[in-house]
């Protein structure tokens, strides 16, 4: 049982992530093809405690980078979780005045502009949109304004995504089997790792326990900061499709924009995504992070839940 409810919310924690003029002289940035070395790992995503070691936040970091003073371009890594606290969102948008570009994730045809209200076609939309109301949370598109001149769609088409995986000599049936592949490894390896006592949350408590919806929250916060940081993610082949094909694409973008004189740019992506983008940046322009903030995601201070009303509204969606 512990093995499956651990699964499970590791699960329902990856649904979460992926289910978003002046001219520059050319001898002012130049592009750097150099070795990546690692120095110490940077942080996207973190639990920040309180004296008693208890939880009191899940937070997303902005991470800058730049060229050492070479130029006054910088790109700040934005990270975000595409639920949370609707304040967090709004302290999001206000940080993004601050930029000459937003790059933002969307996996939709160029130049979507993401609306409230709008109406989604993923089957993995109604059980976000359950998560949210049992973590008492809400979404980044409900939250956030896109409507600013500065932000610019960087992320994939559908037609592109599907060209990609037709590249690679994806085919659905082999995506499937691919996928069923990496969780077979994933699993493996965890088999054979010394066990530790499994944290998880009983799914019964969501109902009988008012502090349900809480232990399962700081569950999923622990599971995406370890997910995020430790760069597992969820198996080569997803991580193609999800990560790097998106991120390579929202590179070309930033490229434009640096080229069109842009020079504070933000890159607002999932935290998932931000591993890999330091890597490219690092790789592409000789960028170093130079600093780093934190933002309150969500709050997982010890709360009660009325589990009966939310357990209505749950009801009352299903049924819509």
Known sequence: MKSLIRCGSFVLAAVLFFFGTQTLQAAEFVKADVEVKQESKTLF??????????????????????????????????????IADRRYYKQLDLKFKEYDCVLYELVAPKGTIPQPGQKSDNPLAMVQKIMMLLLQLDHQIECVDYTPNNFVHADMSPKEMQEAMKKRGETPLTLFLSIVLDMLRKQNMEDNAPQEPAEGFDPFELISDPYGPWKMKVTMANQMADQVNSGSGLGQTIEALLIDDRNEKCMKVLDEQIKAGKRRIAIFYGAAHNPDFETRLQKTYGMKPMKTEWLDAWDLKRRPVNTVEVLLQIINELNK
């Open 45 to 82: 995503l973190q639990i920040k405690k309180g004296a008693k070691n208890e939880p009191i936040s899940m937070q997303t970091a902005i991470v800058r980078y730049a060229q050492d003073g070479k130029t006054d371009v910088s790109v700040d890594l934005v990270s975000v979780v595409h």
